[in-house]
Protein backbone atom coordinates (compact mmCIF):
# COMPACT_ATOMS: atom_id res chain seq x y z
CA UNK A 1 0.00 0.00 0.00
CA UNK A 2 0.74 3.58 -0.77
CA UNK A 3 0.90 6.78 1.42
CA UNK A 4 1.40 9.99 0.56
CA UNK A 5 2.39 12.42 3.48
CA UNK A 6 4.63 14.81 4.29
CA UNK A 7 8.05 14.44 6.01
CA UNK A 8 10.52 16.41 7.05
CA UNK A 9 13.76 16.73 4.77
CA UNK A 10 16.59 15.83 7.31
CA UNK A 11 14.54 12.54 7.88
CA UNK A 12 14.91 11.38 4.12
CA UNK A 13 18.48 9.16 3.81
CA UNK A 14 19.96 9.49 -0.08
CA UNK A 15 22.32 6.68 0.20
CA UNK A 16 23.26 7.28 -3.76
CA UNK A 17 25.03 9.99 -5.31
CA UNK A 18 23.42 12.01 -7.37
CA UNK A 19 24.27 14.18 -10.16
CA UNK A 20 21.71 17.11 -10.32
CA UNK A 21 21.56 19.95 -13.19
CA UNK A 22 21.52 23.06 -11.54
CA UNK A 23 19.19 24.96 -14.25
CA UNK A 24 16.49 22.10 -13.32
CA UNK A 25 16.59 22.43 -9.76
CA UNK A 26 16.51 26.26 -10.38
CA UNK A 27 13.26 26.03 -12.25
CA UNK A 28 11.84 23.63 -9.81
CA UNK A 29 12.75 26.13 -6.96
CA UNK A 30 10.62 28.85 -9.29
CA UNK A 31 7.53 26.49 -10.23
CA UNK A 32 7.61 24.89 -6.07
CA UNK A 33 7.85 28.74 -4.65
CA UNK A 34 5.08 29.79 -6.83
CA UNK A 35 2.54 26.22 -7.23
CA UNK A 36 3.82 24.19 -4.70
CA UNK A 37 5.54 20.41 -5.52
CA UNK A 38 2.75 18.91 -7.97
CA UNK A 39 4.19 15.26 -7.73
CA UNK A 40 5.38 13.84 -4.42
CA UNK A 41 9.07 11.98 -4.55
CA UNK A 42 8.84 8.15 -3.88
CA UNK A 43 10.52 7.07 -0.74
CA UNK A 44 11.04 3.67 1.05
CA UNK A 45 9.66 3.32 4.55
CA UNK A 46 11.83 0.36 6.25
CA UNK A 47 12.05 -0.10 10.09
CA UNK A 48 10.77 3.54 10.62
CA UNK A 49 14.12 4.65 8.64
CA UNK A 50 13.05 6.67 5.20
CA UNK A 51 14.82 6.18 2.30
CA UNK A 52 15.02 8.58 -1.12
CA UNK A 53 16.44 6.89 -4.50
CA UNK A 54 14.39 8.97 -7.00
CA UNK A 55 13.26 12.99 -7.05
CA UNK A 56 16.80 14.13 -6.32
CA UNK A 57 16.06 17.42 -8.20
CA UNK A 58 12.97 17.67 -6.29
CA UNK A 59 14.78 17.36 -2.80
CA UNK A 60 17.37 19.96 -3.47
CA UNK A 61 14.98 22.47 -4.76
CA UNK A 62 13.01 21.87 -1.37
CA UNK A 63 16.39 22.07 0.30
CA UNK A 64 17.93 25.33 -1.39
CA UNK A 65 14.10 27.00 -0.50
CA UNK A 66 14.48 25.95 2.95
CA UNK A 67 11.45 23.83 3.12
CA UNK A 68 10.92 21.61 6.09
CA UNK A 69 9.26 18.98 4.74
CA UNK A 70 8.43 17.58 1.44
CA UNK A 71 5.41 15.79 -0.62
CA UNK A 72 6.31 11.94 -0.49
CA UNK A 73 4.95 8.67 -1.70
CA UNK A 74 5.89 5.93 0.51
CA UNK A 75 6.08 2.50 0.12
CA UNK A 76 6.78 0.18 2.95
CA UNK A 77 9.64 -2.29 2.33
CA UNK A 78 11.66 -4.54 3.76
CA UNK A 79 15.38 -4.75 4.49
CA UNK A 80 16.15 -7.08 1.59
CA UNK A 81 14.32 -4.83 -1.02
CA UNK A 82 16.26 -1.90 0.17
CA UNK A 83 19.44 -3.99 -0.36
CA UNK A 84 18.58 -4.71 -4.30
CA UNK A 85 18.43 -0.92 -4.29
CA UNK A 86 21.25 -0.28 -3.00
CA UNK A 87 23.61 -3.06 -4.85
Same mark, same amino acid.
Given at each position: =?? @?? !??? +?? +?????? *??? $??? +?? !??? &? *? =??? #? &???????? #????? @???? %? %?????????? &???? *??????????? $???????? =?? *??
Amino acid at each position: =MV @VI !KEI +PL +PRIRRP *LPR $QTD +PE !KVR &A *L =MES #I &AIEGLHEP #IDVLE @VEGE %Y %YGFSGCHRFE &AHQR *LGKETIKCRVR $QATQSVLK =MH *LA
